[in-house]
Each structure stands twice: as C-alpha cells, then as structure tokens.
C-alpha cells in the first residue's frame, strides 16, 4: 500500500483534475455540424428528450435529462433494461433520443436502436467512438472521445463521464440559448428554490391585506394608530386611509418614538389628530410588483414596511421586510 503522504494525495488529485479537464476542453476542437444538428432537433422538437445510458453512463444521462427538463426541454430518463420490459411505450415519432456509451457498443442500450428506428424516434448519441456500432446507427453521433481516464488502472470511467456531462451540458445550453429561455422561464420550472421565488413572487402574495393591514380613518388620532398597531398581525406600522380607502399616510412605530422624543406633553400626543403626525405621500408598492423589487426599495430607502396600493391609489395592504425573509427572497 503506497504511503498516504499529503504531497502524494494532493499530486492524484492534481493529476485527476489535469487530465479530466483536458478531456472536456478537447471537446471543443471536435464541435461541428453534427452538434448544430443536433442542437436544430432538440429545438424545434414537438415531444420529449429520452435519455438512456447504463452504469456510469446511465447515471451521467439522469443528470443530463434533468438539465434538458429544468431549461426547457421535456425530458425522460429510461434505464434500458426497463425499456425492453415495457417502458419503451412512453416514447413516440415525436420525441427523440439520446443514447450515451462510451464504447459505443453497450448490449443494453443497442437493443433499443431497433426499436426507436421503427417508430422513426431520431437518435443522438454520445459516444467516444464514433465509428463503434452506436455512432454509426445514431442519425447523429457527437464525439465525446478522451485519450485516458483519470483512474490510475486506466479502468474506472472518469474522464469520459466528465466529458459526456460536459457534451450534454453544452447541448442543453445551446438548446436553451436558442430557444431564448429566459431567467422568468427558469424560475416557473424552479418555484420553490430561491430563484423561483424571487422572480415569481409577488407583493400581493405576502402582503397584508384586508382585516390583517393595520388601517386607521384619516380622522383618527395617534392613539387609535398606536393601538391598531399593537393588535394587527404586522407590527410597528399603520396605514392612513380617507372616507373612500385612498392611502394618505403611514405611521410607523419609529416615528411614534421621535414624536414622543420631541413633545413633552404625552397626552397631547396620544390626542394629536394623525394626519398631523403621519408621513404624507409615503413610498408605495403596486401588487403586481415582484417580491424582489420591494425588497430592493426598502432596502435602498431603509424602509421596514411599504404599503401596498392599486393604480386608482386605493389602501390594499403592507408588507413587512420581516415576511419577505421568511418568504426565502432574500
């Protein structure tokens, strides 16, 4: 057993990532008409991506369908085993497939060439020969060839999954590109990761609205505001409204604080009428707006709460910056 010193352990690692990543950038040189082919099916394709590989090169083509479905190309893994006992029925004239093997000459995948070439299903395959039965059946063969693996027996599959992943990344990404898939796209396929909800998440979606937005007439005093305040499910802030709704102020816990600050007499304060301590005109937030942008304005205005109006300026509700937090946007 060779000495598990640390120079020895860092240098097979080194080497492992040198002649990984030689493999992929070689794949670059060999880009050409067969990969713009390839790219032109998925595109204007009216059905699914079927992705099939076995052993390494089925676990590769699983991570390469789910990367095709997440950027907008219906996709299906199916393990070639399951596919002849049955599975086959989910594919169709107008899907395609993409068969992945490094040899070129896996029994189990080549079993399903027949097969797809009855139902006139195009093939792409990804393989390190193209010459081998595979790429020569495929209607296009992308070569994903390497000139060794990384595994020092020069046995375990290592660089050539790197560049069949590599392969099939980059044909997801042009496939994307060309459809002109847009981040707002992503997100509807991502909507409960972080990027989803950011996109997709509207003001009207977290604000409160209806008895849960803390409202007070225009006419009442700042003791009404501050024991609104205290009882609404949002705290510290307070909406002002006129006899039909429109917004004409906000009243917020840190302006009741500097008011008690400035004015000596507290009783005077608590009857002071609130259209004469409210913020007139306050900054406002429209319900369609993302989630996102009213983060953003808060927090370049340093605001904690917005309220939330239509265009005909009516009260709809507030958001608190502590919802949005808990909503994953930020």
Same mark, same amino acid.
């Given at each position: 057993m060779s000495e598990l010193n640390e120079a020895a352990i860092l240098a097979s690692a080194q080497r492992t990532f040198d002649i990984e990543s030689c493999a992929i950038s070689s794949l670059s040189g060999r880009l050409g008409s067969a990969f713009v082919a390839a790219v032109r099916l998925l595109v204007g394709l009216p059905g699914h991506v079927i992705v099939s590989g076995v052993g390494k090169s089925g676990a590769v083509g699983r991570k390469i369908s789910g990367t095709l479905a997440s950027t907008g190309s219906p996709s299906v893994f199916l393990h070639p085993v399951e596919a002849v006992h049955g599975d086959l029925g989910i594919v169709s004239a107008q899907d395609a497939a993409l068969l992945l093997s490094n040899s070129g000459e896996t029994e189990e995948v080549l079993r399903l060439v027949p097969v797809l070439k009855r139902r006139r299903t195009p093939i792409i395959a990804i393989v390190g020969n193209t010459s081998s039965t595979m790429g020569q059946q495929a209607e296009i063969a992308l070569d994903a060839a390497v000139s060794a693996e990384a595994c020092p027996l020069g046995l375990a599959p290592t660089a050539s999954t790197a560049a069949q992943l590599a392969m099939g990344d980059a044909l997801a990404m042009a496939v994307m590109e060309a459809r002109g898939y847009s981040a707002d796209d992503y997100a509807e396929h991502h909507p409960a990761g972080a990027l989803g909800r950011r996109i997709l998440l509207r003001v009207s979606d977290i604000m409160h609205a209806?008895?849960?937005?803390?409202?007070?007439?225009?006419? $009442?005093? /700042?003791?009404?505001?501050?024991?609104?305040?205290?009882? $609404?499910? /949002?705290r510290g802030v307070v909406t002002i409204v006129d006899a039909e709704g429109r917004l004409q102020g906000l009243f917020t816990d840190g302006d009741?604080?500097?008011?008690?600050?400035?004015?000596?007499?507290?009783?005077?304060v608590m009857a002071m009428p609130i259209a004469r301590a409210m913020t007139a005109r306050p900054t406002t937030v429209a319900p369609d707006c993302s989630a996102a942008d009213a983060v953003t304005l808060m927090q370049d205005r340093e605001f904690d709460n917005l309220p939330v109006v239509d265009e005909h300026g009516l009260a709809l509700g507030v958001i608190d910056i502590q919802d949005i937090i808990r909503a994953g946007v930020v």
């Open positions: 209806g008895d849960a937005n803390p409202t007070v007439p225009l006419e $009442a005093t /700042v003791l009404d505001a501050v024991l609104t305040m205290t009882r $609404a499910p /949002v009741f604080r500097l008011l008690m600050q400035r004015e000596q007499d507290r009783n005077a």
